[in-house]
């Protein structure tokens, strides 16, 4: 079995910065991408960032780029998610999850995720 624990969630003025944190354990599995999505109340999910595990090449959103930036420390199993510059429509529940198969931005093929972590942007 596979874990995804997020954290570093909380509630922050805009035009702050918050550094999420997803730590992988259980199970030894292959990813072939780590991914950021969030989802808004009344909203679907959506795709924030990812990176590919074999490469480290990085994709983001659109409406975050420039302001967050995704990274890996293979030696804490640890994805991070740093978020500057934050605004209100940047609220949500932010999920980390991994992809054994060959997709980044498709959030219906990633295979684990982790329970949320809820970013509040006050304006």
């Known amino acids: 079995q596979v874990q995804l624990v997020e954290s570093g969630g909380g509630l922050v003025q805009a035009g702050g910065s918050l550094r999420l944190s997803c730590a992988a354990s259980g199970r030894t599995f292959s990813a072939y991408s780590m991914g950021w999505f969030r989802q808004a109340p009344g909203k679907e999910r959506e795709f924030v960032a990812a990176i590919k595990w074999s490469d480290s090449n990085t994709y983001y959103a659109d409406s975050v780029k420039g302001r967050f930036t995704i990274s890996r420390d293979d030696a804490k199993n640890t994805v991070y998610l740093q978020m500057n510059s934050l605004k209100p429509e940047d609220t949500g529940v932010y999920y980390c999850?991994?992809?054994?198969?060959?997709?980044?931005?498709?959030?219906?093929?990633?295979?684990?995720w982790g329970q949320g972590t809820q970013v509040t942007v006050s304006s």
């Open positions: 999850a991994a992809a054994t198969r060959r997709t980044v931005l498709d959030g219906t093929r990633y295979d684990y």
